[in-house]
């Protein structure tokens, strides 16, 4: 089993940043990929970023070039840079890790952003 627990979320104004964090705790052999994604009230999850073990980044086209996924070397905590906020990037923000054949979902970390 695989354990994620989001934190760093809260409110902030628009234009400006938060960083978010998953620490993952666990059997954590064989993580493929680590992933960020949201979900707006009413709305369906949607995926943000993800970094592989290689480690290979991708972004949906919404977040590129204002969100940076990294994590750190001990491959334990993935963090989210979130940089020139908007109002429509309020939502609750989860963690996913991925091995083959099963994924693993943090409880997500609430993000406001105020206009």
């Known amino acids: 089993q695989v354990r994620l627990v989001e934190s760093g979320g809260g409110l902030v104004q628009a234009g400006g940043s938060l960083r978010l964090s998953c620490a993952a705790s666990g059997t954590l052999d064989n993580i493929n990929a680590m992933a960020w994604y949201r979900q707006a009230p009413g709305q369906q999850r949607l995926w943000l970023a993800t970094i592989t073990s290689d480690p290979i980044t991708n972004y949906a086209n919404s977040v590129k070039g204002r969100f940076t996924i990294s994590r750190d070397n001990a491959k334990t905590t993935v963090y989210l840079q979130m940089d020139s906020l908007k109002p429509e990037d309020t939502a609750v923000y989860y963690c996913?890790?991925?091995?083959?054949?099963?994924?693993?979902w943090g409880q997500g970390t609430q993000v406001t952003v105020s206009s």
């Open positions: 996913c890790a991925v091995r083959i054949g099963h994924e693993y």
